[in-house]
């Protein structure tokens, strides 16, 4: 039964085949030769004059050192992060297939596992600890920095008025 589905299918791909395709046949490399298709004009269309860009004013020196400090902790913050999840991941691919294939199902002792996968559970548990322990406290000190860190360019970059006004960010009035 195989293979007359087989001879079926041979059969149709032949005879379906455009007339005279072979592997000796002419491969057309390059598109025909035709004009591009002429675009309608567009009328032009008024547009707002835009306003030049503001820069923003310059730090005072006591916010610039501010902003370096921040900055300097945001930087080693999202470094410890990224080194604690890398920890936490090397401990979950040492601890899980030891305690899975290496160590016997009997009571939780290392002298269960094999030697092999005694040395993946003590490297390993010690890692996906303090990896999980250290990600989860850098992640929110990383996020909180962070945070400071933005308001502190918005408060920078926002315009400095004398004249009372209300701050619908901060729900109060502001001088």
């Given at each position: 039964m195989k293979s007359l589905a087989?001879?079926?299918?041979?059969?149709?791909?032949?005879?379906?085949?455009?007339?005279?395709?072979?592997?000796?046949?002419h491969i057309v490399v390059e598109p025909p030769a035709t004009?591009?298709?002429?675009?309608?004009?567009?009328?032009?269309?008024?547009r707002p004059a835009t306003l030049p860009a503001q820069t923003p004013p310059p730090l005072s020196p006591a916010e610039e050192v501010e902003r370096a400090e921040l900055a300097w902790v945001v930087f080693r913050s999202r470094n410890i992060f990224i080194g604690?999840?890398?920890?936490?991941?090397?401990?979950?691919a040492l601890v899980f297939p030891a305690e899975a294939n290496q160590c016997a199902d009997e009571p939780k002792s290392?002298?269960?596992?094999?030697?092999?996968?005694?040395?993946?559970?003590?490297?390993?548990?010690?890692?996906?600890?303090?990896?999980?322990?250290?990600?989860?406290?850098?992640?929110?000190v990383f996020g909180v920095m962070k945070g400071k860190l933005r308001r502190l360019e918005q408060r920078a970059a926002a315009p400095k008025s004398r004249a009372v006004r209300w701050d619908p960010a901060g729900s109060r009035f502001v001088f």
């Open positions: 087989l001879g079926a299918l041979a059969f149709t791909l032949v005879a379906g085949a455009p007339g005279g395709t072979d592997a000796q046949a004009p591009p298709t002429a675009r309608p004009a567009r009328l032009p269309v008024a604690s999840t890398v920890a936490t991941a090397l401990g979950a290392l002298d269960r596992c094999t030697p092999g996968g005694k040395a993946m559970v003590v490297i390993g548990y010690p890692l996906l600890l303090v990896g999980g322990i250290s990600m989860l406290s850098s992640g929110i």
